[in-house]
Each structure stands twice: as C-alpha cells, then as structure tokens.
C-alpha cells in the first residue's frame, strides 16, 4: 500500500499506492466523486497522531485548525489513553467524578469547542476534517465515515440527528462541528471496543436529561462495533477511513495525498503547537475555567453536626461558611479560614485541613479533622 517513505517538515510521511483505492466499487459511486474542477489547486492531506496523550492530540487539532494549509482538504485521526474530555463551557466537578479519575489516573482535558462530556480510551478511535469554510460539507464528511464502516461489515449505519451515526439504532459515532471565518472542522468518535464501565464509572450525566431523553443509563444508548465485526482495531478502522477519504475526492487529488506522522517531539520543533499543549495542561485552564457552582453537603458525625456551604468560582472556594453544633466552635472557625481561596480539590482541601490539624495536633479534635477531611474529599 506504501509506495514511498520521505521526510516532510521533520514530520515522516508517505503516499498511498492508489492501485489499492481505485475509485469503484462498494461504498462511494463514482458519480458521487467530488469534482476536482471545484476543487481546483486544492490538495489532500491526512494526519496521524502515533500517541496517545489527549492533551498532545487536542492540542495539534487546535494548532491545525488556526495555522495549517487549509486550502488541503485535512483528515486528522487520533486516539486517546483514558480520558475525561469536557466541552469549553462545562463544570467538571459536576459532570465528572472526579476524584475516581484522579485514583485511577484518568486524565481531565477540556477542548476549546463546546459540547459535553465524554470519555475515551484506546477502544475508541477520533477524527477531524479540517477545510476552508468556502469547501466544508458536514454530509459528505459523515457520509465518508458510513462508507468506511459499511466497508468493515457494519449493518446499515446511518445519520442521526445532526450529530449522531447509530447502528441498529445506538450510538457509535458523535460529531461536533466549528466554523471560525474561512476555517471549519467537523470532529467525532467512533466507538470500536470502548470500556464502558468505564465510562458510566467517571461520567456523572445529567439525569434530568437522560429521563427526559427515555434513557436509563449512559451505556444503554452507546454500541461498541467490536461487537459485530471482532478484527475491527484502531489501525484497521484508520486504513477504511482513509480509503473512503480518498475515494470520495477521486484519483486526481489522491494521488498527491500525503500522510503525516506526529508525535510529542514535534512539541520542540513547533513552538505554538508547544504552547497550545501546555495551556491545555494548566490546571487554571482544565478546572478554574469552570463557571460559578455552589455545594451544600451536610452530615452527622459523634461529635457533632457539620453542614458545609461552598460557592466556587474558577475553581476556587470562594466562600465558605459551616454550621455546626460542635463543642469546638475555634475549630470550625479555623477550618473555614483555611478553606476560602484553595482549590476545589481533594489536593486543595487535603492540604487546608492539614494547616488546620497541625494548629490542634495532640488534641482530641486531631482525629475529628482527619474524618471531616476524609468526608469533605468524598462529597466533592
């Protein structure tokens, strides 16, 4: 299938043998073929992320999207180790639990799009099509993704709603779209062997959401195409996306199509890329983006009656006040003190609380704070 390995920008890259991806045949009818006349001067490109770290490949879709060629029309495939991947705009300490993830080292990342929250691990499989706004269709996009898996021996896979792709009517694929002046993308999942206790383990749906949706329970409504077709990889899924790409925009652009490999040491040879990486790692960006959110959590204990109000901002306690009949009412006045302006974490109010134990070691209000702090770390 690889006619020629070269070197492109410090990136390794190839080109398809187009003898392996002629243009009839199952899945896309030559009469559908994009006109190369309207994409006069245009070319086709394809990226692969060779890792795995969400951070990196949220970052080089960015950096795609604001500084590559987008006269190309680009196909960008990606997969992420265990992720939590939160819209702009969401709340992760109510959409996510997140102190399982944090045992478990699932990793938090928020995208610079909007959307919801949805978790990924190597069982499932990312792409993005980048292009000028001027040659950006969402259905032809979708439809080369269905020839794919129609390819692979998946039954009947078909459009649903504006985001959806289901087979025999569950979810295998979600696609989110963003058009910024002449640059659009259209990005989405596909599910292959996703762990889905997993995924009902870290997500914390809305509920209201789901009743209102007739849905009982997250993985009710998802299906692993594993399922029905078991060679079905990550790599195998790739290969019959790229085919169908490069059907759908016919022999003439295909045959100068370019493959490029990426990986995290192109962070030291790309400084933006580099930059976007490393804002997308800042805990301000992934947490204190949060908007405004109020908890209230109360508890009996033997010693007393705790009943915490927390209003976080940028995911920081803002304001706190306890209300408590306990007989240490210096205890209770410290505790606040020392929670307002930490971080709305287990590390945040683990460490605000052993301020407040070191100012009463050797008492018998040394165990009381260690069983608050062990609750407190829970409720969040």
Same mark, same amino acid.
């Given at each position: 299938?690889?006619?020629?390995?070269?070197?492109?920008?410090?990136?390794?890259?190839?080109?398809?043998?187009?003898?392996?991806?002629?243009?009839?045949?199952?899945?896309?009818?030559?009469?559908?073929?994009?006109?190369?006349?309207?994409?006069?001067?245009?070319?086709?490109?394809?990226?692969k992320?060779?890792?795995?770290?969400?951070?990196?490949?949220?970052?080089?879709?960015?950096?795609?999207?604001?500084?590559?060629?987008?006269?190309?029309?680009?196909?960008?495939?990606?997969?992420?180790?265990?992720?939590?991947?939160?819209?702009?705009?969401?709340n992760?300490?109510?959409?996510?639990?997140?102190?399982?993830m944090?045992?478990?080292k699932?990793?938090?990342?928020?995208r610079?799009?909007?959307?919801?929250?949805?978790?990924?691990?190597?069982?499932?499989s990312?792409?993005?099509?980048?292009?000028?706004?001027?040659?950006?269709?969402k259905?032809?996009?979708?439809?080369?993704?269905?020839?794919?898996?129609?390819?692979?021996?998946?039954?009947?896979?078909?459009?649903?709603?504006?985001?959806?792709?289901?087979?025999?009517?569950?979810?295998?694929?979600?696609?989110?779209?963003?058009?910024?002046?002449?640059?659009?993308?259209?990005?989405?999942?596909?599910?292959?062997?996703?762990?889905?206790?997993?995924?009902?383990?870290?997500?914390?749906? &809305? *509920?209201?959401? $789901?009743k209102? +949706?007739?849905?009982?329970?997250? @993985? #009710?409504?998802? %299906?692993?195409?594993?399922?029905?077709?078991?060679?079905?990889?990550?790599?195998?899924?790739?290969?019959?996306v790229?085919?169908?790409?490069?059907?759908?925009?016919?022999?003439?652009?295909?045959?100068?199509?370019?493959?490029?490999?990426?990986?995290?040491?192109?962070?030291?040879?790309?400084?933006?890329?580099?930059?976007?990486?490393?804002?997308?790692?800042?805990?301000?960006?992934?947490?204190?983006?949060?908007?405004?959110?109020?908890?209230?959590?109360?508890?009996?204990?033997?010693?007393?009656?705790?009943?915490?109000?927390?209003?976080?901002?940028?995911?920081?306690?803002?304001?706190?006040?306890?209300?408590?009949?306990?007989?240490?009412?210096?205890?209770?006045?410290?505790i &606040? *003190?020392q929670? $307002?302006?930490? +971080?709305y974490?287990?590390?945040? @109010? #683990?460490?605000? %609380?052993?301020?407040?134990?070191?100012?009463?070691?050797?008492?018998?209000?040394s165990?009381?704070?260690?069983?608050?702090?062990?609750?407190?770390?829970?409720?969040?």
């Amino acid at each position: 299938m690889l006619r020629n390995i070269v070197r492109f920008q410090n990136f390794t890259s190839y080109r398809y043998n187009l003898r392996s991806f002629s243009t009839g045949g199952t899945g896309v009818n030559n009469n559908d073929e994009v006109s190369p006349r309207s994409l006069l001067g245009k070319k086709l490109k394809i990226i692969k992320s060779t890792t795995t770290n969400p951070l990196f490949n949220i970052a080089t879709e960015d950096w795609l999207f604001k500084e590559f060629d987008l006269t190309h029309q680009v196909l960008f495939l990606w997969r992420n180790s265990p992720t939590v991947v939160i819209g702009r705009y969401q709340n992760p300490f109510k959409e996510c639990h997140l102190q399982r993830m944090d045992e478990d080292k699932v990793v938090l990342s928020r995208r610079y799009s909007g959307g919801g929250a949805v978790y990924q691990d190597e069982g499932n499989s990312n792409f993005t099509f980048l292009s000028a706004t001027e040659n950006y269709d969402k259905k032809r996009n979708t439809q080369i993704i269905i020839d794919a898996l129609e390819k692979l021996g998946i039954p009947t896979p078909e459009a649903s709603g504006r985001n959806d792709i289901v087979v025999m009517g569950k979810k295998v694929s979600g696609s989110a779209y963003k058009q910024s002046g002449k640059r659009s993308f259209h990005h989405g999942t596909m599910m292959i062997d996703v762990n889905l206790d997993s995924l009902q383990k870290y997500l914390n749906p &809305n *509920k209201d959401k $789901l009743k209102s +949706k007739g849905i009982s329970s997250v @993985i #009710s409504r998802v %299906l692993n195409m594993k399922t029905i077709n078991p060679d079905l990889n990550h790599k195998v899924l790739c290969d019959q996306v790229i085919e169908s790409f490069l059907k759908t925009y016919g022999s003439e652009l295909a045959e100068t199509c370019e493959v490029v490999e990426l990986n995290t040491s192109h962070l030291e040879t790309i400084p933006s890329l580099k930059e976007t990486y490393e804002s997308l790692m800042d805990w301000e960006w992934r947490y204190g983006n949060s908007p405004p959110f109020e908890h209230q959590f109360e508890k009996r204990f033997d010693w007393g009656i705790m009943d915490i109000n927390m209003n976080c901002k940028k995911g920081l306690i803002e304001e706190c006040k306890i209300y408590s009949d306990s007989l240490n009412p210096t205890m209770i006045e410290e505790i &606040n *003190k020392q929670l $307002l302006g930490v +971080k709305y974490s287990p590390e945040g @109010i #683990s460490l605000a %609380l052993d301020n407040v134990k070191q100012l009463f070691k050797d008492t018998e209000y040394s165990n009381q704070i260690d069983e608050l702090k062990n609750w407190i770390i829970k409720e969040i």
